[in-house]
Structures are given as C-alpha cells and as structure tokens.
C-alpha cells in the first residue's frame, strides 16, 4: 500500500511540524484513505498541509480497491474516509468540514460558515458537471454534457462565485472573513482540473476576481509547498 | 421585517427540511413561495439564481439547501454537540443527496423509461443506502435513538423527508429496516414537528 508521500514531502512536512507547538502531544491521529489520485480527497489534504497537521496519508490502488471495499470498513463502500481516533468518517465534504472546524478554517462564526458551505456547495454543482463531462460513456452525451457546462452551468455558478467574492474586501482577498477557509481550497481544488479539463475554452479568463483568487491562494506558502510536494496525478 | 425569510416554489422540495428545523425550533420564519409560472422572470433577479434562499435580516442572502439547513441547525442547537457528532450528521445527509440525481431522473424519465429508473433505484440503491444507514445507525445505541448522538439533529429531518418521500412512491420501501422504520416514527412524534405536519400547507 502506497503511503503516496515522497521521502521529500515527508521531510518539509517534519520540518514544519517541528516547529509547531511540540506540547500539543495529545492531537489526535488522522488517516485519510483514497484513491492515488488528487479527487475527492485533495480538499482535505489541502487542509491538512495548510493547518501543518501530520496525517497518514493512504492511497489505494486500483486492483487493491475491490478487496479493500469488500472488508466492511467503509460506511458507504466508498472512499475517501478519515479514520481518526477509532472514529471512521465518510463522504467527502463532510470529513473536510470536519477538518476546517478542527482547524479553523472553516469561519469564525455560523453565518460565515454557512457562506463557506453555501460557496462549496455550488462549486460541488459544476465539479458535478464536470464530472457528467468526464465519465460520460459515448462521444453524444459527453457533448451535451460539456455543452451545459459552458451554456449553463459554468457562467451561472461562477458569475454568482465572482459577486459573492466582490461583496467581501472588494474581492480582493478571501472568500469569507479575513482568512483563507476550505471554501478557497475547495476552489482551488476544483479549479485544478477545470481548468486542465477546459484548457481550450478558458472559462476562467471571464472572472478576474476568481482568477486571482486562485492565485492568491496558490502563493500561500503552505499550499505552495504542498502543491509542489505532492504526488503528480492526473485528477 | 421578519429575521428570517425562506424563498421555494410551493412544493417540499429542497426547502422541507429547512421549514421542518424552524419549526423544530420554535422559530418563526416568512415562508415564501414562488409559482412556477413567476420563475423564469425572477431567476435573473436572484444573487444566486436558484432556490431555496435564505433572506437573514441585516442583508445576507444565503442559497444552497443544506448550507441554510446546516447554518439554522447550528443556529438553534440541533446541529450535533462535537465537530464529530456534526460529522457524522453531514455524512448522513451527504449519503442521502447522492441519491438524488437517479430521483430527479425518475422525476423527468419518459414513460418507456421510467420503470427501468424506478426498478434501479428501488431495487438496487436504496436498497444499499438504506442497508448501510440500518447498519451504520445501530452503532449508535444500537439504533434505539437519533442517527447521531443523543437526540434529534437535522440529519433526521433530512432522514424523514427523504424516506417520507421515498414511502410515497413505495410504502414497502423501509420494509427490511426496522430500525429507520423506527427512527422515522420517532421524528414523526417528535411534538414540535408533528404539530408543524398537522399545520402545514
């Protein structure tokens, strides 16, 4: 079983566990399980590098996933799952929910956690269609599928993305509150293969404000060294 | 100006359970709905061009069902206690919505088509998501109380509607599952919100 960490991603992320508070010797353990894949998965450990917290990182392959579902231990037969604690917690926005609210990232109040929600939730609807697009099973509705995506589902959830980001700091800082959230790393997240999904067609190019945002948080120093640590795969 | 003013079409929909956790919490709200008809005309007009909203006074506007749902869950304390136990409820809940594109499917198959939709959903994935739920909610004392922790959170309401839905096109369809059967009347009795179905539109 792969731990999909390599020997230089696991000395950046000793180096900047090192350096944390050391007392905080009763953190809970985390074990996150997926595919070896960014997916479903990557919202959380985008958390996980930006709050510096250790995790064990495991990724399942293909011809292992059969057996591995067939044990029992994955609340809906799927991944990925968090284990923490003795704990197993499935579907994969509620476990990075989870991690935000550890961490906080997730808002500093109710209200800011419900846009946070509210802003992953519509980035869930066009990853939705983007994914219509990719698993589409013949050539027509692949079509039809990428078709609603650049009529439809794109230019409404992303126009409504770009206001809601203008309506804090003028857009030109996060998308809620003062700080970065796992409504950012969601974003960035999904972006990473809507834009090498959509390359061509360059949907990002009619929202400014969200481009940059997707800049702002890849400069972020943790994301940036995650980024550039973590295993390539194509989604 | 009410504190809360909720936007839907005038069916249960998505915006149910949100009605449900306000009256779960004794919290008046302004429910509002939407004729179908008035729709196309109003779309555009919205922030976030869909529905359910929620208009909070002060000027927010927040969209997406489960958000509101969550947001008004934690509001008024039926959330779940730990980041755990909420957790463990959006799980649920997350479990449930996956169903929902084979049901709108259903919803819009042709008539060809739809006992081909409806014998999936009803033979196959219900069947494994209700089976995983039976499974998973007697871990929790042994499926005696609520999904989660000690007592009612949304991830019941978000339960009951969608199984109160299901029941309505199969009434057999919790059959085999006698603890959600339990849960469901469980929710049902729940006095606040059985006085809300008694009322409601």
């Known amino acids: 079983m792969s731990q999909g960490i390599s020997p230089l991603a696991d000395a950046l992320v000793s180096c900047s566990n090192a350096r944390r508070d050391t007392s905080r010797s009763a953190m809970p353990t985390y074990k996150l399980t997926y595919f070896d894949l960014r997916g479903r998965a990557e919202p959380s450990r985008l958390l996980f590098a930006v709050a510096g917290v250790e995790y064990e990182d495991v990724r399942i392959q293909r011809e292992q996933w059969p057996n591995e579902k067939a044990s029992g231990k994955y609340p809906f037969g799927q991944m990925p799952v968090l284990e923490v604690d003795g704990q197993v917690i499935a579907q994969s926005i509620a476990i990075a929910r989870y991690l935000a609210n550890e961490f906080g990232l997730a808002g500093k109040t109710n209200l800011e956690k419900a846009k946070v929600d509210m802003i992953v939730d519509a980035i869930g609807d066009v990853s939705k269609g983007l994914g219509e697009m990719w698993f589409a099973n013949d050539e027509a509705k692949k079509a039809e599928a990428k078709e609603k995506c650049l009529t439809k589902t794109i230019p409404t959830t992303f126009t409504g993305l770009e206001k809601i980001l203008m309506t804090n700091n003028g857009g030109d800082g996060f998308f809620v509150g003062d700080s970065l959230t796992m409504a950012d790393l969601i974003f960035l997240a999904h972006t990473d293969y809507h834009v090498d999904q959509l390359k061509e067609e360059n949907t990002m190019a009619a929202f400014p404000k969200l481009t940059a945002l997707r800049e702002r948080i890849l400069a972020q120093p943790s994301v940036k060294q995650w980024v550039e640590a973590r295993p390539k795969t194509k989604i | ?201």
């Open chain 2, 1 to 201: 100006m009410p504190k809360y003013k909720l936007i839907y079409f005038d069916i249960k929909g998505r915006a149910e359970p949100i009605r449900m956790g306000f009256a779960l919490a004794g919290q008046e709200f302004e429910d509002v709905r939407i004729k179908k008809e008035q729709w196309p005309e109003l779309k555009p007009k919205m922030p976030h061009q869909a529905l359910p909203v929620l208009e909070i006074e002060g000027g927010v506007v927040l969209s997406q069902s489960f958000a509101i749902g969550r947001y008004i869950a934690n509001e008024f304390g039926f959330a779940g206690k730990t980041n755990l136990e909420k957790a463990q409820a959006d799980m649920f809940c997350d479990a449930l919505n996956d169903l929902t594109p084979k049901l709108t499917e259903l919803f819009h198959a042709s008539d060809e088509k739809k006992a081909e939709v409806r014998k999936e959903l009803f033979e196959k994935l219900l069947p494994a998501a209700f089976t995983n739920m039976e499974r998973l909610f007697s871990k929790n004392k042994d499926g005696t109380g609520f999904l989660v922790g000690d007592g009612i959170t949304w991830a019941d309401i978000m339960f009951y509607n969608f199984a109160d839905g299901m029941e309505q096109i199969e009434p057999d369809v919790l059959k085999n599952f006698p603890k959600l059967q339990g849960l469901l009347e469980r929710v049902r009795n729940n006095p606040k919100i059985k006085e809300y179905i008694k009322n409601r539109k």
